[in-house]
């Protein structure tokens, strides 16, 4: 039984190759990607980014407000709730900033566009 699946995936395998060999069929896979240059790609990137910071950013400004209402006096949580808070806006500012950092360090690598 064993032999004769061998047999006849061996057989295929050699069929397809075969086959795959005589057939010339040119296969073209289009880009996903509007990016053609890396400094494209890197600058789509950072868009998404942005597009996500701006999206979780009140969302985790709402969760610090939970934090701080559900905290009842205790300074754990009210921590949290202050360093939820400060990560949130240091975050936000550095994506902010991306684009500014980006032509700061062109300008030190002295690429030209």
Do not use: C, H
Request: charged letters at 15%; aromatic letters at 10%.
């Amino acid at each position: 039984m064993w032999k004769s699946l061998a047999f006849v995936f061996i057989f295929t395998v050699v069929g397809v190759l075969f086959l795959a060999g005589s057939v010339e069929a040119v296969i073209e896979i289009p880009n996903p990607l509007e990016a053609t240059t890396v400094e494209a790609l890197v600058e789509g990137i950072i868009d998404f980014i942005r597009i996500l910071a701006f999206a979780v950013t009140p969302l985790l400004i709402i969760l610090a407000g939970f934090y701080f209402i559900t905290a009842a006096g205790d300074p754990n949580k009210v921590q949290t709730a202050k360093n939820v808070i400060k990560y949130t806006v240091i975050g936000l500012v550095i994506i902010l900033l991306a684009e500014v950092l980006i032509a700061v360090i062109k300008e030190i690598l002295e690429v030209s566009e």
